[in-house]
């Protein structure tokens, strides 16, 4: 059984030993770094499924990391931080963050959040993922709900496609754009909203199960 190897990243050196023991115990396997340049170094030199990265590091900030890592590696990044201020989790998934935890945290919610990660990141490989009453397969870009096809346009099969794959994490508009437009996006993001709200008339009701829900002042997700 292959295991699932997170690298955290953090200064605190008690974080990081509290954090491993969280993770070998939860059946990961675990390293820390307690700064940016040691954390690419280590990146680019060994395997890694996820990483755990702190805001505030010596050499650089959490946020330019994330970036860096995010040119080079295509990894799922939670941020862990104090910071608990709305701009800095925007700022966070601005970035490519991919979710972001409050310190002090609790070690099911830190595991619960790597295991939906990690999830989201193998139902790639099969191209068809379902919830409830809704079956998305990205191959054929093709929508069935309740077993009956929807007309839907690609990029709003792309975008259902993205948010299901990541459900319950929420991602700012910014970062949906990056994500499924594939590009940066520097004017109107209303884009994302025209498309989500095309996707809630043509796909929800009150017995689907599932949402997709407006996190007010960040974003989007998928919750079910």
């Given at each position: 059984?292959?295991?699932?190897?997170?690298?955290?990243i953090?200064?605190d050196?008690?974080?990081?030993e509290?954090?491993?023991?969280y993770?070998?115990?939860a059946?990961?396997?675990?390293?820390?770094c307690?700064?940016g340049?040691?954390?690419?170094?280590?990146?680019?030199?060994?395997?890694f499924d996820l990483?755990?990265?702190?805001?505030?590091?010596?050499?650089?900030?959490?946020?330019?990391?994330?970036?860096?890592?995010k040119?080079k590696?295509d990894?799922?990044?939670i941020?862990i931080?104090a910071r608990?201020?709305?701009?800095?989790?925007?700022?966070?998934?601005?970035?490519?963050?991919d979710?972001?935890?409050?310190?002090?945290?609790e070690p099911a919610?830190?595991?619960?959040r790597?295991?939906?990660r990690?999830?989201?990141q193998?139902?790639d490989k099969?191209?068809?993922l379902?919830?409830?009453?809704?079956?998305?397969?990205?191959?054929?870009?093709?929508v069935?709900k309740?077993?009956?096809r929807?007309?839907?346009?690609?990029?709003?099969v792309?975008?259902?496609?993205?948010l299901?794959?990541?459900?319950?994490i929420?991602?700012?508009?910014d970062?949906?754009?990056?994500?499924?437009w594939d590009y940066e996006?520097?004017?109107?993001?209303?884009?994302?909203?025209v498309?989500?709200?095309t996707l809630r008339?043509?796909?929800?009701?009150d017995?689907?199960?599932?949402d997709i829900?407006?996190?007010?002042g960040?974003?989007?997700?998928l919750e079910?």
């Amino acid at each position: 059984m292959t295991v699932n190897r997170i690298l955290i990243i953090d200064d605190d050196k008690n974080i990081c030993e509290l954090l491993e023991l969280y993770l070998q115990n939860a059946g990961f396997g675990a390293e820390s770094c307690n700064d940016g340049r040691s954390a690419m170094d280590c990146l680019i030199k060994q395997p890694f499924d996820l990483v755990l990265l702190d805001v505030m590091l010596p050499d650089m900030t959490g946020y330019a990391l994330c970036r860096a890592i995010k040119e080079k590696k295509d990894l799922p990044v939670i941020m862990i931080t104090a910071r608990d201020m709305l701009k800095d989790k925007i700022q966070g998934f601005n970035v490519g963050a991919d979710d972001y935890i409050i310190k002090p945290f609790e070690p099911a919610e830190v595991i619960a959040r790597i295991n939906a990660r990690l999830r989201g990141q193998s139902g790639d490989k099969s191209g068809t993922l379902a919830i409830g009453d809704l079956t998305v397969n990205i191959d054929a870009y093709e929508v069935r709900k309740n077993g009956v096809r929807v007309d839907l346009k690609p990029k709003e099969v792309q975008l259902l496609y993205f948010l299901l794959r990541n459900r319950n994490i929420v991602f700012s508009r910014d970062t949906l754009l990056q994500k499924v437009w594939d590009y940066e996006f520097a004017g109107d993001t209303r884009t994302v909203d025209v498309h989500i709200k095309t996707l809630r008339q043509k796909l929800i009701d009150d017995g689907a199960g599932w949402d997709i829900k407006t996190v007010w002042g960040v974003g989007y997700k998928l919750e079910g």
